[in-house]
């Protein structure tokens, strides 16, 4: 069985290092919770331009130093161990790769295929790979590749919070780890 994880804001906690980046940048002191909508660039009113130039210059510092969502390597060894085949499946550019193999290396994730496709677009991946389910903060990613026909955990967060959702929700991996196997190990 394959399962589909996302990297960033579900396995890591790169959030509150993003806001604090764009506070710093557009002289803002917002907070996590202040934050309701996916993009940076319409919450801070910068333009795509400006994201990307400041994302060059921080991008790889906020990898290397995002923690780990609680309990995100516990319940991913977990899934191993029970016989799911893990895909992590990121917008990330491949040119961050060998920083985040050492970083999940470090943190002690476990996986069988790292993707880093440059693109939010993860639909024909998810379908290629067969995965039973994609795990997935991002509600705009989550919609596409519902309405694409791949099952989604939608993992919640600020950004995601008040926007609908009709399929499964969970708040923690200790929900999400209960979901999964309510669901498919029966
Ligand atoms: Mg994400």
């Known amino acids: 069985m394959r399962i589909g994880i996302d990297l960033d804001g579900t396995i890591a906690d790169n959030f509150d290092l993003l806001v604090q980046t764009f506070n710093e940048y557009c002289g803002k002191s917002l907070q ?9 660039c ?25 923690p780990l969502i609680p309990f995100a390597r516990e319940k991913i060894n977990q899934l191993v161990k029970e016989g799911w085949e893990v ?9 961050y790769r060998d920083i985040t193999e050492n970083w999940l ?15 939010h677009d993860k639909l024909e ?15 705009h990613n989550a919609y596409q590749l519902a ?7 939608l993992f919640e967060a600020p950004h995601n919070k008040c926007w609908p959702w009709q399929g499964i ?9 209960q979901y999964i196997v309510n669901q498919w190990h029966s």
């Open 105 to 119: 290396q470090n943190k002690g994730v476990p996986y069988s295929g790292l993707h880093l496709l440059n693109s």
């Open 42 to 66: 319409k919450t801070y009113n910068i333009t795509e331009e400006e994201f990307n130039r400041l994302m060059d210059k921080k991008e790889e510092g906020i990898i290397m130093s995002s």
């Open 87 to 95: 895909h992590i499946i990121t917008a990330r550019h491949p040119k």
């Open 125 to 139: 991946l998810c379908r290629e790979l067969k995965v039973r389910c994609m795990i997935e903060d991002n509600v």
């Open 32 to 40: 996590g919770k202040d934050i309701k909508q996916y993009s940076l």
């Open 147 to 153: 309405d694409g026909g791949v099952n989604v955990i």
């Open 169 to 177: 929700r969970c708040r923690s991996w200790l929900e999400i780890y």
